[in-house]
């Protein structure tokens, strides 16, 4: 049986940084849960300001780590 895995470096647009409104409006994570991550380690974030954001290759991770592939 193959695992069926999903692209997300196709999916995600090529930016250096998102902030967390662009995250939500990716239809990644909720503004909520995206500070919920980041208060708890499981983000991590680049301060500018007082506006959080988070790198590409973090958006990568997070959803590669949290994705279930489905067995065809």
């Keep these: 049986m193959e695992k069926s895995t ?3 470096r196709e999916l ?4 250096v940084l ?13 503004i909520d849960m995206a500070k919920k991550l980041i208060y ?3 983000l991590e974030v680049v301060k500018i300001g007082n506006k959080l954001h988070l790198s590409y290759s ?3 991770r997070y959803l590669e780590k949290n994705t ?5």
């Design 6 to 8: 999903t692209n997300f």
């Design 12 to 15: 995600l647009p090529r930016q």
């Design 18 to 30: 998102f902030n967390l409104k662009d995250v939500q409006q990716l239809g990644i994570l909720k």
């Design 40 to 42: 708890k380690g499981e």
């Design 58 to 60: 973090e958006l990568l």
């Design 68 to 72: 279930i592939p489905t067995i065809n």
